[in-house]
């Protein structure tokens, strides 16, 4: 049983380019959620996705958007890259109705801005 | 809104030594309470969760924690500490366990085993 799935693992853009990271969630899950993990801070949440339609957000500002695709994948895409911007991207994931609130993540694809 | 205060950033322990890796919490509202650990470069790992059942919860590798309403808490010990326990470790909280729910990290902490 496959859990989450993130890609690419790594990698590395210049300010003011655009990002695409994807991610597969748990077979059996629906919801995918996405985080940034600063270095040395906890996870922050950016939003959730169910059906296809993003049902909440964090604080994060318009520059970061997603997708979610019928087969449950997702996408988050960030615009005009800022320095800031440099983190660990989680993917986490969980079933209809959301089980016991717990998240499966996924390892996370690491964002460098120079 | 949830929050959710780890103290401590780092703590060290020997092999064997307790281990005690604090948490408090905030919310308005009952909360579910998760424990992760993170392993370096590498996603999070579910180590327990309370979910308004039993008040001591057991977890993997021999981690439990227990929630205390009245202090806000819920602490997360091992008894006697192995060297792959060395990792971050964080705290969340979430306002519900439904698939609306989200969650909310402290800031981690580092748990370093010394031989």
């Known amino acids: 049983d496959a859990g989450v799935t993130q890609s690419p693992t790594h990698l590395i853009k210049t300010r003011g380019q655009q990002v695409t990271l994807r991610c597969s969630p748990k077979?059996?899950?629906?919801?995918v959620s996405w985080y940034q993990q600063a270095l040395g801070q906890g996870p922050q949440f950016i939003f959730q996705y169910y059906e296809e339609e993003e049902r909440q957000r964090g604080n994060f500002p318009d520059r970061f958007s997603g997708h979610q695709f019928p087969n449950y994948s997702s996408e988050l895409n960030v615009n005009a890259l800022l320095l800031g911007d440099s983190a660990l991207y989680l993917c986490?994931?969980?079933?209809?109705?959301?089980?016991?609130?717990?998240?499966?993540f996924g390892e996370g694809s690491r964002l460098t801005v120079l | 809104a949830q929050s959710v205060t780890q103290l401590g950033s780092h703590v060290s322990v020997s092999e064997g030594a307790l281990v005690l890796l604090r948490c408090n919490y905030s919310s308005s509202v009952p909360p579910y309470l998760f424990w992760y650990v993170q392993y370096p470069n590498q996603g999070l790992q579910l180590l327990l969760k309370?979910?308004?059942?039993?008040?001591l919860v057991k977890g993997i590798n021999g981690f439990e924690a227990e929630f205390k309403k009245s202090e806000t808490s819920f602490h997360l010990t091992k008894p006697s500490a192995h060297m792959s326990d060395a990792a971050e470790y964080f705290c969340?909280?979430?306002?519900?366990?439904?698939?609306?729910?989200?969650?909310?990290f402290g800031q981690g902490t580092i748990l370093t085993v010394h031989p």
């Open positions: 969340a909280v979430s306002l519900s366990g439904g698939s609306y729910g989200k969650l909310t």
């Open positions: 077979s059996g899950h629906d919801t």
């Open positions: 309370y979910t308004s059942a039993a008040t």
């Open positions: 986490a994931s969980s079933p209809t109705g959301g089980g016991t609130g717990e998240l499966f």
